[in-house]
Nanobody, 123 residues
Framework: QLQASGGGLVQAGGSLRLSCVVFGFAFDDYAVGWFRQAPRKEREAIYFISNRGTITWYADSVGGRFTISRDNAKNTVYLQMNRLKPEDTAIYYC??????????????????WGNGTLVTVSS
């Protein structure tokens, strides 16, 4: 349903761009976004964008460094990550929900999940 890619190993201060391609449902009817899960931590929402791209929400921990965007023609959502820090190391998951009633959205409210892509930031 969702296929994420773009993770990898990068030095602190570097950049990565994650992509998530959606299959099998009407992409432009859904809000989409990214969660991450670091070792021994709970999965947390970090950035979301509404179905038309008019509303975005982000966690304080990534504000000013990460940017979300979506291309409805390509059924793809992107996460541009700049000025990466070692504490950004985690598995990153894309997810979709038809309605997001609260921010941060709880993981259990997501309708679809992508595979995880590992981001490792070395110091």
């Amino acid at each position: 349903q969702l296929q994420a890619s773009g993770g990898g190993l990068v030095q602190a201060g570097g950049s990565l761009r994650l992509s998530c391609v959606v299959f099998g449902f009407a992409f432009d009817d859904y809000a989409v976004g990214w969660f991450r899960q670091a070792p021994r931590k709970e999965r947390e929402a970090i950035y979301f964008i509404s179905n038309r791209g008019t509303i975005t929400w982000y966690a304080d921990s990534v504000g000013g460094r990460f940017t979300i965007s979506r291309d409805n023609a390509k059924n793809t959502v992107y996460l541009q990550m700049n000025r990466l820090k070692p504490e950004d190391t985690a598995i990153y998951y894309c997810a979709a929900a038809e309605v997001v009633k609260e921010y941060p959205p709880p993981p259990e409210t997501m309708a679809y999940w992508g595979n995880g892509t590992l981001v490792t930031v070395s110091s």
